[in-house]
């Protein structure tokens, strides 16, 4: 039976990929593209999660499946409403998902952390959820970091709890200590209105060397202790009776101690986020039966606590590698069980990394400093090698008739500045200003447009809730945004706006439908969101981004384009395309291609195209033919058709 593996890897672009695979950085990239083949992938505009995954789970243009922002503008609500927390569900979908259409023609599948959720056919099995980037539908608590004594790196930051010690008191049973035990209490507290769990923590010094282990229980009762840990190490997992918004959920616990020192001054105890024992699948059975053979269940919310510095890398790469083997060993176990044919993923981990470190590492970005440069490289290989191995699972145990597809949605290129387009617009009268608490800030219910990533809505009255413009006023708006837009220089020169098209002129790249926005545009790489408001010109920005930027947009080390690898039987061996000749692949073309492999029709509104050029046997050479002399019966006279030279005189 034939299986196709698609890996979804967020944001992985061509230029690091194939870098980190030639250096010894990423060797099982490096084993696809050396057996199959690759190449860099033009994103739907914007360049942005959730329109492109929509767009490879379906084969549908942003126009027809209807995300064509972070959610869909839909005529009867106010322009300012986008649904954005819906951005990856089927709710808003208007487009065949391909599981579906692999159902219809009698095919399983699996699909974890991806979009298309609530389940829309019982011919897929889902794990997980994927809702918003580094937050998570279903876990019960977010991972927390519990310091005593002089962090200064956790001041202030999501994540990072400030505890108090003191010597034990009330306490029996307590284990040998040579130095008096201190104790502190934990607070495990839910993500939204609900009842956590508070844990005594007891620091003991076993052998009069100092301060060594921590043990947790939930009575000042030593012989009741959940576990007991070594510096370094993680205690086993166990679970607790939360409550979350008036519903018992059962919860998985467990924690790293990072760090105590032996004078007691000083500890860090790191917690897992908390995810429940069942719910988070369909069927809603699997979920007590994966965690029952392969241990609980995490997601990647460890990435966004080591980017802001809050745990250490080994700590890090532990919890990466954890849930990697978790997802590869759960996915084969679920596509044997179920007999499946396809699987899809999704995981945000490079994405995440790209944002924070690629502008450190670019020498283009504007913030970039060569004094960190080496760490950001350091941690770019890091977060690849990380996407390697999990690369690496699906790989090793592929068989004779499967095929694995690793894709991104797009990739990612670093921030230099910021122009404020809103008060451009401002200025013109179609955005309205106002201040709150010492600041400017948009009104975009009061103004004439809203801008939502890079579509620009006109409010008219007509079609949303609450609008301001009258029809009779839409063409004027129009034509004054896109002569904003196109005139718009900064203190330096630059075009801030690399292109404006009012949206009838759209579809020539790629954009159509109704929840498209009356004018769409893309700002010149290397200018990120403007629609804030600040003084006049540009200022100097830092960090990486995608969706603002051209889908295009690349610098000798990153690319805004996608990625695609392929291996498997039929595909040629070493095969990267000839994007100079025959155009990039495109994320309307990835289910087309899936489809073929499978050898069922694609899904209803699909526009995509089959990958032929990356099977063996078809020729992608030019064509090489005898030039032939032809005697032209006259002299040309204008270059172009008869009505050009009409025209012309």
Not at 110 to 117: Q, R
Not at 175 to 197: A, D, R, Y
Request: glycine share 10%; aromatic share 12%; charged share 25%.
């Amino acid at each position: 039976m034939k299986r196709v593996f698609v890996l979804g890897l967020d944001a992985i672009s061509p230029k690091l990929a194939q870098r980190f695979a030639k250096d010894g950085t990423c060797p099982n990239f490096k084993k696809i593209m050396d057996n199959g083949g690759f190449s860099k992938v033009l994103s739907a505009i914007p360049a942005q999660t959730p329109e492109n995954w929509t767009t490879i789970a379906t084969g549908a243009a942003p126009g027809t499946h209807g995300i064509a922002v972070w959610g869909r503008h839909s005529y009867g609500d106010p322009v300012t409403e986008n649904h954005g927390q819906e951005a990856f569900s089927s709710n808003l979908c208007k487009s065949e998902y391909i599981w579906e259409a692999a159902g219809r023609q009698g095919l399983k599948s699996v699909i974890s952390f991806f979009v298309g959720y609530p389940p829309t056919t019982d011919k897929a099995v889902y794990l997980d959820w994927c809702w918003r980037p580094d937050e998570f539908y279903f876990d019960i608590c977010s991972s927390a970091n519990y310091f005593y004594g002089d962090y200064p790196q956790s001041e202030g930051k999501k994540g990072a709890i400030q505890l108090e010690l003191k010597q034990a008191e009330g306490w029996s049973n307590i284990p040998k200590s040579k130095s008096p035990p201190l104790e502190t209490q934990i607070e495990v507290s839910t993500k939204v209105e609900g009842k956590g769990i508070a844990y005594f923590a007891l620091f003991l010094d076993p052998d009069g060397k100092g301060y060594q282990t921590c043990l947790l229980s939930k009575d000042k009762d030593g012989s009741k202790a959940l576990c007991e840990i070594k510096q370094g190490e993680w205690g086993g997992w166990f679970r607790e009776n939360f409550v979350v918004k008036g519903e018992d959920k059962i919860g998985t616990v467990r924690f790293k101690l990072i760090e105590l020192s032996g004078d007691g001054k000083r500890f860090h105890l790191y917690r897992s986020q908390v995810y429940p024992l069942s719910g988070f699948t369909h069927p809603p059975s699997v979920a007590e039966e994966l965690i029952e053979r392969f241990g609980p269940y995490v997601n990647e919310e460890v990435a966004r606590v080591f980017f802001n510095g809050l745990v250490d890398e080994k700590t890090f790469v532990e919890e990466m590698e954890y849930q990697i083997k978790w997802i590869a060993s759960a996915v084969k176990y679920l596509m044997n069980k179920y007999d499946a044919s396809l699987y899809m993923m999704h995981w945000h981990l490079p994405d995440t990394l790209l944002h924070y470190i690629l502008g450190l590492a670019d020498p283009v970005g504007g913030l970039y400093d060569p004094a960190k440069a080496d760490w950001a490289w350091h941690v770019l290989r890091l977060g690849h090698e990380l996407a390697d191995r999990l690369t690496g699972e699906f790989l090793k145990d592929l068989g004779k008739e499967d095929y694995l597809i690793v894709v991104s949605d797009h990739g990612n290129a670093p921030n230099r500045k910021i122009y404020s387009i809103a008060k451009a617009l401002a200025d013109r009268g179609l955005v309205e200003i106002e201040e709150s608490g010492g600041r400017q800030k948009v009104n975009w219910a009061r103004s004439k447009v809203y801008v939502d990533l890079t579509n620009v809505y006109v409010n008219l009255k007509s079609k949303y809730t609450g609008g301001v413009v009258e029809d009779s006023e839409y063409e004027s708006v129009r034509n004054e945004v896109i002569d904003v837009f196109r005139s718009l220089k900064d203190q330096d020169g630059e075009y801030v706006i690399a292109f404006a098209l009012v949206k009838e002129d759209a579809p020539m790249v790629g954009l159509w439908g109704e929840h498209v926005g009356d004018v769409v545009f893309t700002y010149t790489p290397g200018f990120t969101w403007g629609v804030g408001v600040h003084g006049e010109g540009s200022i100097r920005a830092g960090g990486a981004n995608h969706g603002p930027q051209t889908t295009t947009a690349e610098t000798e080390i990153s690319s805004n384009y996608a990625t695609l690898m392929i291996i498997g039987k039929d595909i040629k061996k070493g095969y990267l395309r000839p994007v100079d000749r025959i155009g990039p692949v495109q994320t309307v073309d990835i289910v087309p291609t899936v489809c073929h492999l499978l050898g069922i029709a694609p899904p209803r509104h699909s526009q995509g195209r089959i990958l032929h050029d990356f099977f063996k046997g078809w020729d992608v050479s030019d064509m090489e033919r005898k030039r032939q002399p032809l005697d032209f019966p006259s002299e040309p006279i204008l270059i172009g058709d008869v009505t050009d030279r009409e025209l012309g005189r």
